[in-house]
């Protein structure tokens, strides 16, 4: 469960929004410029609020009025940005063991292998990023963040940077990342079609206001 009730003002921008999802995919829909990236940020901890609480799995994240803000590296969560962000001088298996190393988790070779299995990335464990394809890219992201064992994934345009074909090709494994890996994800889009086929609720943002929440309907 997510709780996120923050106001925030960011220049002239104010951003003030309250909802409460349960979903296993919380789409964030909203326009360029609506605030979408300013939420993920506060859900990270990357970003604090000026107002408000952040709940995450009944955890207390960000409670302005109880002084409580925890950083973003004891928030148990995954990131995925528009571009991979991999490191360039790592292969991919050491890219992948970082968010595992970085968190001072025991190495679990069952998860490994599922996750490996489950986004198809093990014929690329000894490649660098710089000769992978974009989708490919996002695949060991997506890897990377999940093997850190979040307990909620964050993803910001995570298909943004790739033309239609490589959309198509990864579509099917955030499907499968929904429905078998067993982490909560808030996914920011403005793209209604991803949303359609990935969201389980929508948290609709226009110029920093929650102006419709619910299922997929609400973007029709
Ligand atoms: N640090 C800042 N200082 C001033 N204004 C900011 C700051 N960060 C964001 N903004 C403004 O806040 C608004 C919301 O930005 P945000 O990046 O959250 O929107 P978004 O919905 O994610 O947009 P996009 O889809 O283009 O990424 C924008 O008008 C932006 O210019």
């Known amino acids: 469960m ?14 003030h929004a309250s909802f ?11 326009a360029s410029g609506a605030g979408k990236s300013s939420l993920v940020n506060m859900i990270a901890g990357l970003l604090r609020p000026d107002r408000g609480t952040i709940v ?21 969560i995954g990131y995925v940005f528009q571009d ?10 050491q890219n992948l063991d970082y968010g595992r190393r970085m968190n001072r988790l025991a190495p679990d070779s069952a998860q490994h292998k599922r996750i490996i299995d489950l986004l198809d990335i093990g014929a690329l464990l000894d ?13 060991v992201a997506l890897g990377r963040a999940l093997l ?27 499907v499968r990342l929904r429905d078998e890996a067993n982490v909560p994800m808030v996914y ?6 991803e949303l359609r086929q990935l969201a389980t609720q929508i948290v609709m943002l ?7 929440f619910g299922g997929v309907k609400v973007l029709s």
């Open 20 to 30: 409460t999802s349960e979903g296993r995919v919380t789409g964030l829909f909203g």
């Open 56 to 76: 995450i799995d009944g955890d207390v994240v960000d409670d302005t009025a109880a002084r409580i803000h925890v950083p973003t590296y004891r928030r148990r």
């Open 188 to 193: 920011v889009s403005h793209d209604v079609a």
């Open 84 to 93: 991979a962000r991999l490191f360039p001088h790592l292969d991919v298996a």
């Open 148 to 174: 850190s064992k979040p307990r909620l994934l964050l993803l910001d345009e995570p298909l943004g940077a790739l033309d239609e074909g490589r959309k198509l090709e990864i579509l099917p494994y955030l």
């Open 127 to 139: 490649r660098r990023p710089g000769k992978l394809s974009g989708g490919e890219r996002q695949r």
């Open 206 to 212: 226009k110029q920093g206001r929650v102006t419709s």
């Open 2 to 15: 997510l709780r996120v009730d923050v106001e925030k003002q960011l220049g002239d921008f104010s951003l």
